[in-house]
């Protein structure tokens, strides 16, 4: 079955969030051939000043398990601004934009790369 990025976080969200989570970081895969993929991690930490804080995982809400994959023949710098503005426009108006913004940020970036912050309270 093919979600858009909004049910695909519906989906992994619907399942809570524990109390020691305190921020959310979308991470980014290059796949093969024109692909890629993103899981959902809960941190207990947040820091607008050391990226680190996204290793802080508590849990990934089992999107692991259920990755949210695209394809599109591009550099990584293109699949992430294609992510950040499908994240933006689900933090404006997603069923669970408000508890995403209840937290003390929400960023996305590749595992091995820098980190956008989407939102910071």
Do not use: H
């Not at 997603?94 to 995403?100: D, H, M, N, P, R």
């Not at 595992?111 to 956008?116: K, Q, S, W």
Request: glycine share 8%.
């Amino acid at each position: 079955m093919r979600y858009s990025v909004a049910n695909w976080i519906d989906q992994v969200l619907s399942r809570g969030v524990p109390d020691s989570v305190i921020a959310f970081c979308f991470n980014l895969y290059e796949e093969a051939d024109g692909s890629w993929a993103m899981e959902l991690v809960g941190t207990d930490t947040f820091d607008m000043e050391d990226e680190d804080w996204a290793c802080s995982e508590v849990t990934d809400f089992g999107s692991r398990n259920c990755l949210y994959s695209w394809k599109k023949k591009c550099k990584w710098d293109k699949a992430l601004k294609y992510m950040v503005k499908e994240l933006r426009r689900y933090l404006k108006r997603g069923k669970y934009a408000e508890l995403l913004k209840s937290k003390d940020g929400v960023g996305v970036g590749f595992v091995d790369g820098n980190i956008e912050i989407l939102f910071n309270k």
